[in-house]
């Protein structure tokens, strides 16, 4: 009697095979969701700004003068005083205010693509606030709307 003890070349080469086809799908789906985790990442931290904005509004401080309290975000580039490279904070006399983030430094490729891609936070008048993003439909976090 002989026994088997070991795999034949074509059964490692089928377990290769089907390696690399799960990992062809894996790879891209695991690479999307890596990047609609940083846009939802950047929706909050941005957002987390809307309560220094209305305290700034309220006290009748211009967006320049406002200390918002950001801690830097490695999503959105360098870091300056109050805000950074990438995030930008403009108030009306109104009450109106926007808040501009703009996808680079360590964003993923599918949505950093040259600072063409930002998500905003736009407050009305009336005091509403709203988000929107121009990343592909696929990145966009729930209650974000395309623009």
Do not use: H
Not at 117 to 135: H, I, K, Q
């Amino acid at each position: 009697m002989n026994a088997q003890k070991g795999f034949t070349l074509i059964e490692l080469m089928i377990v290769i095979a089907i390696i690399g086809i799960l990992a062809a799908i894996a790879i891209p789906q695991y690479q999307n969701y890596i990047a609609k985790s940083q846009v939802s990442r950047v929706m909050g931290e941005v957002g987390a700004m809307r309560t220094a904005t209305e305290t700034c509004l309220n006290d009748g401080l211009e967006a320049t003068a406002c200390e918002f309290g950001w801690t830097n975000s490695n999503l959105l580039g360098a870091s300056t005083k109050t805000l950074q490279t990438g995030l930008v904070a403009s108030f009306e006399d109104t009450g109106a205010a926007t808040l501009v983030a703009t996808f680079g430094d360590n964003a993923s490729t599918a949505i950093k693509q040259t600072g063409a891609n930002t998500l905003t936070w736009t407050r009305t008048d009336a005091g509403a606030w709203s988000c929107s993003t121009t990343v592909p439909a696929k990145f966009k976090p729930t209650g974000c709307s395309g623009s």
